[in-house]
């Protein structure tokens, strides 16, 4: 089959790398690079990214490395170690540690809680925040997770994605970063669609989608290009506005998510191990991790990567921005794990929303990603239930190849 796909980002590299064995592939990326918000960006000798804290939510074993299997690209995803660490009161503490913190009532609240989630007597259109009330360090411990995984506070955040998201967490474990970072995928990627024959068109912005209702007539790309099936990696909001097909109306309307990066250079290593720190008490900070523990290479030589990510709340980004800067200050300013503040530098700060955002769908919003038997979306605007960012992505990817392998 001929198979034509909009925009080069995971979502459309993952369906070509797999699809381009048998199909005939060829890929419209607008941007002059491939990878979308999930690749490196080289700066002053460390590897920023255009996105993506290079990380990946359930690590080697979650759906995104089940695709890097498939694709045979021979990617590597370095599984993190702790899964990830809480900090409460300048101290670091695993998820189980947590418990030494909770009064005796505050666990029995708990346990009635877990019971009624086992159960399945809460009310499922509840918010996560609301369902931790009444726990104070729930509440800071959840708020730092849903704004590191899912760019929203837990007030944002349904309880039937966090039960999704535990269900995977318990099943694939925690999260991972690839070797050479986010662009090591996207170039391992590449590799395999142009070794089976793929083509990827750069500077190419797809301005029309044509899906006849004959069956007998052919899809069009920009009106001259004829293809069986096509797969848009594009937002489903632009994908329809393009597209003769109307597939998302105020009832199933994608909400996209916010969020804040800022990127830290350091001498000194101000994180010792190679997965999150959640932040549970700043004002708007909720976590960061330090991506050069892994691979060198993603910082200048002697130095280390640090990256912090934050939700943005409120609409005015300037003072959001002003916020996670203070967040950042205070726990280097604090001596988070013994060196001083002028021992980092501020490299980046990169702000994410409307039609750049960190999620295009937030989590509960998502669009489905099978359109018709000839039209599919995939990406971040249609992630799965429970898929946490990439996991997302990589959801709606393995649902659209199981409906073309029907
Ligand atoms: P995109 O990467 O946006 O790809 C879509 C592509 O389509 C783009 O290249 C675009 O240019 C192209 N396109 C759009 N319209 C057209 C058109 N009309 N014609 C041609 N081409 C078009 N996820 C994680 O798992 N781990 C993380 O650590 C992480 N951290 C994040 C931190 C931040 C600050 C942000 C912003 C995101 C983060 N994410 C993370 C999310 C992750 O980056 C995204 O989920 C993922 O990259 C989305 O991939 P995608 O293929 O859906 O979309």
Same mark, same amino acid.
Not at 234 to 245: E, G, R, V, W
Not at 294 to 302: N, Y
């Given at each position: 089959?001929?198979?034509?796909?909009?925009?080069?980002?995971?979502?459309?590299?993952?369906?070509?790398?797999?699809?381009?064995?048998?199909?005939?592939?060829?890929?419209?990326?607008?941007?002059?690079?491939?990878?979308?918000?999930?690749?490196?960006?080289?700066? %002053?000798?460390?590897?920023?990214?255009?996105?993506?804290?290079?990380?990946?939510?359930?690590?080697?074993?979650?759906?995104?490395?089940?695709?890097?299997?498939?694709?045979?690209?021979?990617?590597?995803?370095?599984?993190?170690?702790?899964?990830?660490?809480?900090?409460?009161?300048?101290?670091?503490?695993?998820?189980?540690?947590?418990?030494?913190?909770?009064?005796?009532?505050?666990?029995?609240?708990?346990?009635?809680?877990?019971?009624?989630?086992?159960?399945?007597?809460?009310?499922?259109?509840?918010?996560?925040?609301?369902?931790?009330?009444?726990?104070?360090?729930?509440?800071?411990?959840?708020?730092?997770?849903?704004?590191?995984?899912?760019?929203?506070?837990?007030?944002?955040?349904?309880?039937?994605?966090?039960?999704?998201?535990?269900?995977?967490?318990?099943?694939?474990?925690?999260?991972?970063?690839?070797?050479?970072? !986010?662009?090591?995928?996207?170039?391992?990627?590449?590799?395999?669609?142009?070794?089976?024959?793929?083509?990827?068109?750069?500077?190419?912005?797809?301005?029309?989608?044509?899906?006849?209702?004959?069956?007998?007539?052919? !899809?069009?790309?920009?009106?001259?290009?004829?293809? @069986?099936?096509?797969?848009?990696?594009?937002?489903?909001?632009?994908?329809?506005?393009?597209?003769?097909?109307?597939?998302?109306?105020?009832?199933?309307?994608?909400?996209? /998510?916010?969020?804040?990066?800022?990127?830290?250079?350091?001498?000194?290593?101000?994180?010792?191990?190679?997965?999150?720190?959640?932040?549970?008490? /700043?004002?708007?900070?909720?976590?960061?991790?330090?991506?050069?523990?892994? @691979?060198?290479?993603?910082?200048?030589?002697?130095?280390?990567?640090?990256?912090?990510?934050?939700?943005?709340?409120?609409?005015?980004?300037?003072?959001?921005?002003?916020?996670?800067?203070?967040?950042?200050?205070?726990?280097?300013?604090?001596?988070?794990?013994?060196?001083?503040?002028?021992?980092?530098?501020?490299?980046?700060?990169?702000?994410?929303?409307?039609? !750049?955002?960190?999620?295009?769908?937030?989590?509960?919003?998502?669009?489905?990603?099978?359109?018709?038997?000839?039209?599919?979306?995939?990406? @971040?605007?249609?992630?799965?239930?429970?898929?946490?960012?990439?996991?997302?992505?990589?959801?709606?990817?393995?649902?659209?190849?199981?409906?073309?392998? %029907?």
């Amino acid at each position: 089959m001929k198979i034509g796909i909009i925009g080069a980002g995971l979502g459309g590299l993952f369906s070509a790398a797999i699809l381009s064995k048998n199909h005939q592939i060829t890929i419209y990326e607008k941007l002059p690079y491939i990878g979308g918000r999930f690749t490196n960006l080289n700066y %002053k000798g460390y590897q920023l990214t255009t996105g993506a804290l290079h990380m990946v939510p359930h690590g080697a074993n979650g759906f995104f490395g089940q695709l890097v299997e498939q694709s045979n690209c021979g990617a590597k995803i370095i599984n993190s170690n702790p899964d990830g660490l809480f900090r409460i009161n300048n101290t670091n503490y695993g998820f189980e540690e947590l418990k030494k913190l909770v009064s005796f009532k505050d666990k029995l609240k708990a346990l009635k809680m877990l019971t009624d989630l086992k159960l399945g007597t809460i009310d499922k259109n509840m918010s996560f925040g609301t369902f931790l009330e009444g726990i104070p360090i729930a509440e800071k411990v959840g708020n730092s997770f849903t704004g590191w995984a899912l760019s929203l506070s837990s007030y944002d955040t349904p309880i039937d994605e966090v039960i999704a998201i535990s269900k995977h967490y318990h099943k694939f474990g925690g999260p991972g970063i690839p070797m050479g970072g !986010c662009k090591g995928i996207i170039d391992a990627l590449e590799t395999v669609i142009l070794k089976n024959g793929g083509k990827i068109y750069t500077n190419y912005n797809v301005d029309k989608i044509y899906v006849p209702e004959n069956p007998g007539e052919k !899809c069009s790309i920009n009106d001259d290009n004829e293809f @069986d099936i096509l797969i848009s990696n594009a937002s489903p909001l632009i994908t329809q506005k393009i597209s003769n097909l109307k597939f998302i109306d105020n009832e199933n309307m994608p909400i996209p /998510s916010k969020g804040i990066k800022i990127s830290i250079g350091s001498k000194n290593k101000l994180i010792n191990h190679n997965s999150v720190v959640f932040t549970t008490e /700043s004002e708007r900070l909720n976590g960061f991790n330090q991506p050069s523990n892994v @691979d060198k290479s993603l910082a200048k030589e002697g130095h280390n990567l640090i990256m912090a990510h934050a939700t943005q709340i409120k609409n005015n980004v300037n003072d959001e921005i002003d916020l996670v800067l203070e967040d950042i200050d205070d726990i280097f300013a604090n001596e988070f794990v013994g060196h001083k503040k002028e021992g980092y530098k501020i490299l980046a700060i990169q702000t994410y929303r409307d039609e !750049c955002p960190v999620n295009h769908a937030s989590n509960g919003t998502d669009v489905k990603p099978v359109i018709n038997d000839r039209f599919y979306l995939v990406g @971040d605007g249609v992630k799965g239930k429970g898929g946490i960012e990439v996991e997302g992505v990589a959801l709606s990817v393995l649902e659209v190849l199981a409906h073309l392998n %029907k």
